[in-house]
């Protein structure tokens, strides 16, 4: 993996030489050090950099403040600025460029590497933030259509990340407040923190782009055989690992055993369905993952979800066909679901009244429902309130032969 590549830019030779060796000794690339904003414009065209470490106050006509602004407008490079003083005024400007942080001088080695790292956290987040809202709205069949979306994103992207964000910048300023008294265990445990916050807003982010892949039409379905059994056992496992709740996961296989199926997409259909019932369940109650394979012929597969026209959702002329089917079951014993919205929880956003205060972001059941009807499937819910529900997907069915080889799970 090649180093992170960083442009140093300082007036003080002396201080740039001391940056650039504390840089390297962290396991980063120096790009350059260079000593005017001028220099700093020249060498961001040249030779593009990861990150740009810049000093606020520069001798010569263009100070930091102004060769931040000008690589802001012509290239995507975050800015870390650095500064033992500066009045008001400059701090005002400094602020204007959107800069992705800043480092107090003196300052100590960790304390550059924290702002580094969370500097390029947030520059990544962004990045994507914008590949997602972009992805998304190509997809958008006409203009009324594409600013409602796209006024949903930013409203749920701005609530969803708040929370993560403010865990981000309030651990950056624990960390530079208390540089000097804090033990090297409390700055993990605070690193921690933003290792954890930034996992969630990832998960969005990738939610995001999902959506948007999905409704682009640029996410495909690709088969290959897979070990059914041992495949779900390893993502309920996993799953047991981070079940805080202490939920008990159970898996009942019946007569199968492997098929060829999308991996990547049925990892999406059981993890958001799994996680869904812990959710939305009492702490210690039991999820059940219920497999089974019903041979063409066997009955109408419409029968297979005992639900109304209005609770199945997806290829519904495959369900009543004669072809050989998967039927994937996730039940709970939680909450359940009001009678008059089962029709609305596959839309995208939507959240049922009574789910409170737990938290969610209404996509995880709109991405199960996408990854369900690329597999050629279909999906449907039955709930009662106070006892359970129970999620019924039926995808087309490809028994293996003793010959065909299995993808590793």
């Not at 350059?32 to 606020?56: C, F, H, Q, W, Y």
């Not at 594409?146 to 969803?160: C, D, G, L």
């Not at 597999?375 to 819910?381: E, F, S």
Request: neutral net charge; proline residues 3%.
């Amino acid at each position: 993996m090649n180093p992170i590549r960083i442009l140093v830019v300082e007036d003080e030779i002396i201080v740039a030489e001391d940056i650039a060796g504390r840089l390297k000794k962290l396991g980063y690339a120096v790009t350059a050090t260079v000593a005017s904003g001028e220099e700093a414009l020249e060498k961001v065209a040249e030779n593009r950099p990861d990150l740009v470490l810049m000093d606020i106050v520069l001798k010569g006509e263009m100070d930091g403040v102004t060769a931040a602004e000008k690589i802001r407008t012509r290239v995507d490079v975050p800015t870390v600025f650095l500064t033992a003083y500066a009045d008001e005024k400059t701090l005002e400007r400094a602020k204007l460029t959107n800069p992705f942080g800043y480092i107090i001088k003196p300052f100590q080695q960790n304390d550059l590497r924290v702002a580094i790292e969370i500097a390029l956290h947030r520059h990544e987040i962004e990045t994507k933030m914008r590949e997602a809202l972009k992805t998304s709205e190509a997809a958008k069949e006409s203009v009324e259509e594409k600013s409602h979306r796209q006024n949903q994103y930013i409203s749920m992207a701005a609530h969803e990340l708040r929370n993560p964000l403010n865990a981000i910048l309030i651990s950056a300023e624990l960390l530079e407040l208390d540089r000097t008294r804090s033990s090297n265990e409390s700055q993990v445990k605070t690193l921690r923190l933003v290792h954890s916050a930034t996992q969630k807003m990832n998960k969005l982010i990738d939610d995001m782009l999902f959506m948007g892949r999905a409704e682009s039409g640029k996410l495909k379905c690709n088969p290959l055989p897979i070990n059914l059994v041992e495949f779900c056992q390893d993502l309920l496992d996993q799953l047991q690992l981070g079940n805080e709740t202490k939920h008990k996961l159970t898996l009942i296989p019946s007569n199968v055993t492997s098929a060829i199926l999308d991996q990547q997409l049925l990892h999406g259909i059981i993890t958001n369905l799994i996680v869904n019932a812990i959710k939305y369940s009492p702490s210690g109650g039991e999820v059940s993952l219920e497999l089974e394979c019903r041979q063409a012929g066997e009955g109408d597969k419409a029968a297979i979800f005992c639900l109304s026209p209005h609770c199945l959702f997806g290829n519904s002329k495959f369900t009543n066909s004669n072809s050989p089917s998967l039927i994937i079951r996730i039940r709970d014993e939680g909450m359940g679901i009001p009678e008059m919205e089962v029709g609305k929880i596959f839309e995208m956003f939507y959240r049922c009244k009574n789910t409170g205060k737990i938290k969610g972001n209404g996509l995880g059941l709109t991405i199960v429902k996408k990854a369900v009807e690329l597999q050629g499937g279909a999906i449907g819910c039955e709930s009662k309130i106070g006892i359970g529900t129970t999620f019924t997907v039926v995808l087309p069915y490809v028994a293996l032969s003793s010959k065909t080889q299995l993808s590793k799970t």
